[in-house]
């Protein structure tokens, strides 16, 4: 079966940046850098994008367009290479990407349930009790314990997943690099517009001291670097299966260090941003409040459906920033729920050898099934702790060990060779130093630190038998999964090519 291509060069960035693009650029990223030193902060940001971000980006797009197969593909033609089978690791990627599609789809259709609300602010003035009260219905449920389905939360969920079933059932040139094509400048047009307003407004200066002003002492804080190295790893979809299909499908003539490192560095860029305008408006909103910023800024799902809401309230002509600003947010998250969705689907087509058509159908149909889950009384529950155990205790390890499969076992210089051959400049051995020796380091130290914390205190007020069913048991149930289906299936590989 020959393998899809991008269509252009355009098509594959606007479709990589739309993956790394999502809800994280525009609510965690701008809190990472407030709890962490302010300005100071992107010191650190930008050394683990040099030595994290970039180096693993040209690896994994390496990979990719060598291979021409999703992550248990390729993983199994390294392990031929080197004696032993890899192809679980591959498929424990995609199981990564499975589960963060299906519960991601619920941030996405609360965003679309926003949009509707922002038109008319009918979220009213108690945003919170709004939120949590009204539109979730968060009762004395637990995350075993549901409650039952909400249809104003399931139908926005369905569009969600309808588009992108549509994009990844219409394939890479006719779906995905059209959705990203018209997403992406979107997104960034919503983006510059909304701040090219609330920047004039009185205090939103005041908001961006809080962002950008630097505390120095906090540099040589282990925590500080921990956070910033773990930022990279989330915001850039790599360790797990995304950008290595995404990768599968360039061009044989595709100049792969130039195209990683506009990637990353759009990604980056966009994530300053998300900084700018969210810290304009919270400045704004201390301002009208005459609270210190420190009592209107809330973290995680807290930022987008309470904190802004409430902040749109105050804008003038609330009823056209509103729905801009949720609008970036549904682009933003349906433009990355395609990409992790795709790396699911291409891992199904090249193991089953079955249509894409067919392949998009088994798995978003599954994938909504399972998501309405999320839609329940107790949806925001189970999204937290899933998500907790996901993000970081499966991602961080899925990440470490690819590091040092490539890095140690396997020649990291073939890998950078064949980079350097591809692309119109070369990347140094810098490259080989970041993903053997700084990589895993930090990486090691930020998932200790986590597993350390996890085992010791648990995560959150949830009972221990939840943390252990739909955290551990999760994480425990998708490796053994990926090892049985290596096992028993058999590789089915053609041979693989040399680097």
Same mark, same amino acid.
């Given at each position: 079966m020959q393998r899809e291509q991008w269509n252009s060069r355009t098509g594959f960035i606007l479709a990589a940046v739309g993956s790394a693009i999502g809800l994280g650029n525009i609510w965690r990223f701008p809190y990472m850098a407030y709890e962490n030193g302010g300005g100071a902060f992107f010191i650190p940001y930008l050394f683990a994008m040099l030595t994290a971000g970039i180096p693993f980006m040209i690896m994994e797009f390496s990979l990719g367009h060598k291979y021409r197969g999703a992550a248990p593909k390729i993983f199994a033609q390294l392990g031929k290479s080197l004696g032993f089978r890899l192809e679980w690791l591959g498929w424990f990627q995609v199981f990564i990407a499975a589960v963060i599609a299906i519960y991601y789809v619920a941030i996405i259709g609360w965003a679309i349930s926003y949009f509707v609300f922002s038109i008319s602010q009918s979220w009213g003035t108690d945003t919170n009790a709004f939120f949590f009260n009204e539109y979730l219905q968060l009762g @004395?449920?637990?995350?075993?314990?549901?409650?039952?389905?909400?249809?104003? !939360? /399931?139908?926005?969920? &369905?569009? #969600?997943?309808?588009?992108?079933?549509?994009?990844?059932?219409?394939?890479? *040139?006719?779906?995905?690099?059209? /959705?990203?094509k018209i997403m992406m400048p979107l997104l960034f047009i919503m983006v510059l517009l909304f701040i090219a307003r609330i920047v004039f407004l009185p205090g939103a200066l005041e908001g961006l001291n809080y962002l950008f002003r630097p505390d120095f002492s906090m540099i040589l804080n282990a925590k500080v670097w921990s956070a910033a190295y773990g930022q990279i790893f989330f915001t850039l979809s790599v360790g797990f299966a995304i950008m290595l299909a995404y990768s599968s499908y360039l061009p044989e003539k595709s100049d792969i260090n130039n195209n990683a490192i506009m990637t990353v560095l759009i990604n980056c860029g966009f994530s300053i941003l998300g900084g700018i305008m969210i810290f304009s408006v919270l400045g704004y909103m201390a301002q009208e409040q005459a609270k210190p910023i420190t009592d209107v800024v809330t973290s995680g799902v807290g930022l987008a459906f309470v904190t802004i809401p409430a902040a749109i309230n105050l804008l003038p002509a609330p009823y056209i920033f509103g729905p801009l600003f949720f609008l970036a947010l549904v682009v933003a998250g349906i433009s990355s729920h395609i990409s992790i969705i795709e790396a699911v689907v291409s891992a199904v087509i090249d193991k089953l050898s079955i249509s894409r058509k067919k392949a998009a159908l088994?798995? %978003?149909?599954?994938?909504?099934?399972?998501?309405?889950?999320?839609?329940?009384?107790?949806?925001?529950?189970?999204?937290?702790?899933?998500?907790?155990?996901?993000?970081? !205790? /499966?991602?961080?390890?899925? %990440?470490?060990?690819?590091?040092?499969?490539? #890095?140690w076992l396997f020649k990291i210089a073939d890998i950078r060779d064949y980079a350097n051959r591809c692309s119109e400049f070369s990347i140094g051995k810098w490259m080989e130093i970041c993903l053997r020796f700084i990589g895993p380091i930090m990486l090691a130290i930020i998932l +200790? *630190?986590?597993? !350390?914390?996890?085992?010791?205190?648990?995560?959150? @007020?949830?009972?221990? #038998? @939840?943390?252990?069913?739909?955290?551990?048991?999760? +994480? &425990?149930?998708?490796?053994? &999964? #990926?090892?049985?289906?290596s096992v028993i299936s058999g590789n089915n590989i053609s041979k693989e090519p040399k680097l």
């Open positions: @004395d449920n637990s995350p075993t314990k549901l409650g039952s389905m909400q249809f104003h !939360i /399931a139908i926005p969920m &369905a569009i #969600a997943w309808s588009v992108t079933t549509l994009a990844v059932y219409s394939g890479v *040139k006719g779906g995905i690099e059209r /959705a990203g088994l798995v %978003c149909g599954t994938g909504f099934v399972i998501s309405m889950a999320f839609s329940s009384n107790g949806g925001l529950l189970l999204l937290d702790l899933v998500d907790y155990f996901i993000n970081n !205790i /499966a991602l961080l390890s899925s %990440c470490l060990i690819e590091l040092i499969i490539l #890095a +200790v *630190k986590n597993l !350390i914390n996890t085992l010791t205190d648990g995560y959150g @007020d949830y009972p221990i #038998a @939840d943390q252990l069913f739909l955290g551990w048991g999760l +994480v &425990a149930s998708m490796l053994f &999964a #990926a090892i049985f289906i």
